[in-house]
């Protein structure tokens, strides 16, 4: 039985399953063809969550401020 984990490609987004065996080497998507190298995810993904919630945040103050002026 093979191991593997799963990863978003940068590229397309489109979820791929990679070796472990291949972790820390480039891999290409077999969607896209887009070449990057096999990482696990909880690190990236934990800074995209905080460019998400960013992005939530202002988008609520903005909605706020619209609220308050009419």
């Known amino acids: 039985m093979t191991l593997r ?5 940068p590229t ?4 791929i399953e990679i070796r472990l065996e291949l972790l ?3 891999v290409a998507c077999p969607h896209c063809h887009a070449e990057f190298i ?10 995209s969550e905080e460019v998400l919630m960013d992005r939530v945040e202002r ?5 706020g401020d619209a609220v308050s002026v009419e």
Do not use: K
């Not at 397309?12 to 979820?15: D, L, M």
């Not at 096999?38 to 800074?47: D, H, I, L, N």
């Open 38 to 47: 096999a990482s696990e995810q909880r690190a990236r993904q934990s800074a």
């Open 5 to 9: 984990f799963g990863q978003s490609c």
């Open 24 to 26: 820390g080497r480039s």
């Open 59 to 63: 988008v609520l103050r903005q909605s």
């Open 12 to 15: 397309c987004g489109r979820r």
